[in-house]
């Protein structure tokens, strides 16, 4: 499944959205500007690689909000993120499954939390 290069970053915290898209970058990630998805028309489609989405910042329930996001990225890989997530060993992983998602993080995360579960999910999309 061919997937693009960016990253779209959906937080409603602008210090967040700023960290966020800064650890990013330094890693070496395209990111998208937020604000600039608002500028597209609905039925255009930007190939984002990767959507990381604070699931306390969006307007709807985590559920419907998630499935939104699948609708409108279909091909890109999901990390939801949220303070409400139990960090801990093995509850990420059944988290996700649970949520329809790819990864997630517990807020506060570290940046190298954020940069390893990105290229984790690069270094799967590899290995398929």
Request: overall charge negative.
């Amino acid at each position: 499944m061919a997937r693009g290069k960016d990253i779209l970053v959906l937080d409603e915290d602008p210090f967040m959205h700023e960290l966020v898209s800064l650890w990013l970058t330094d890693a070496g990630y395209a990111v998208c500007d937020s604000e600039a998805l608002h500028t597209l028309r609905t039925e255009e489609r930007h190939s984002f690689a990767v959507v990381i989405a604070d699931l306390n910042s969006l307007k709807v329930g985590a559920a419907q909000a998630l499935q939104q996001l699948q609708a409108r990225f279909p091909t890109a890989y999901i990390i939801a993120v949220s303070g409400y997530f139990q960090p801990g060993p093995g509850t990420g992983a059944e988290m996700a499954r649970q949520l329809g998602v790819d990864r997630v993080l517990a807020k506060p995360f570290s940046c190298e939390q954020l940069v390893s579960a990105v290229g984790g999910l690069f270094h799967d999309a590899e290995v398929r």
